[in-house]
T-cell receptor, first 116, second 112 residues
Framework: NAGVTQTPKFQVLKTGQSMTLQCAQD?????MSWYRQDPGMGLRLIHY???????DQGEVPNGYNVSRSTTEDFPLRLLSAAPSQTSVYFCASSSGTSGSRADTQYFGPGTRLTVL | AQSVTQLGSHVSVSEGALVLLRCNYSSSVPPYLFWYVQYPNQGLQLLLKYTTGATLVKGINGFEAEFKKSETSFHLTKPSAHMSDAAEYFC??????????FGAGTRLTVKP
């Protein structure tokens, strides 16, 4: 199993550009999520999905869109990049069907995004 | 709302010394508590978690943590540090589904 994979590893954007961060998992997990990691702030939840066709907002959703057409994939879209979105982005998945608070999350290696 | 405070953004210990990473939480309901570790250029991986039952939880790589409700703490310990333990450690609390809050992280350095 590859686990949770993310592409690209690094990306530099100009303000106003759009892009999609890719996330895939091969563990047949229903629950997937996106976090951003900023220095001194830990990880903050952007969006999550409890299954194909179902998504919801987390703590910091503004400026980001998600969709979940398959169990395996959960892309994160930046509609119009801003310097405040410079961060490291992590995708995670867990085996629980409802994002149960007891579930262990499995994280991808991250995408380091810089917005100029 | 729940929150997590990790005391000390950087901790440095000598190889073979005790590792103690502090975590305090606030929660109005019984919390589920987690410690994750992040090695350089990698994603987070679970070290251990407390949900219910025994308050002393053992994890991977010789780490353990004790849930102390009276102190609202979940400190992470390891009796003897190894060079390979150098990483960033995150404490997290979850009080409801789809809502996990992470601390700011503690970077552990192990000196030879």
């Amino acid at each position: 199993n590859a686990g949770v994979t993310q592409t690209p590893k690094f990306q530099v954007l100009k303000t106003g550009q759009s892009m999609t961060l890719q996330c895939a998992q091969d563990m047949n997990h229903e629950y997937m999520s996106w976090y951003r990691q900023d220095p001194g702030m830990g990880l903050r939840l952007i969006h999550y999905s409890v299954g194909a066709g179902i998504t919801d907002q987390g703590e910091v959703p503004n400026g980001y869109n998600v969709s979940r057409s398959t169990t395996e994939d959960f892309p994160l879209r930046l509609l119009s990049a801003a310097p405040s979105q410079t961060s490291v982005y992590f995708c995670a998945s867990s085996s629980g069907t409802s994002g149960s608070r007891a579930d262990t999350q499995y994280f991808g290696p991250g995408t380091r995004l810089t917005v100029l | 709302a729940q929150s997590v405070t990790q005391l000390g953004s950087h901790v440095s210990v000598s190889e073979g010394a005790l590792v103690l990473l502090r975590c305090n939480y606030s929660s109005s309901v019984p919390p589920y508590l987690f410690w994750y570790v992040q090695y350089p250029n990698q994603g987070l991986q679970l070290l251990l978690k407390y949900t219910t039952g025994a308050t002393l939880v053992k994890g991977i790589n010789g780490f353990e943590a004790e849930f102390k409700k009276s102190e609202t703490s979940f400190h992470l310990t390891k009796p003897s540090a190894h060079m390979s333990d150098a990483a960033e450690y995150f404490c997290a609390v979850s009080v409801s589904n789809n809502d996990m809050r992470f601390g700011a992280g503690t970077r552990l350095t192990v000196k030879p």
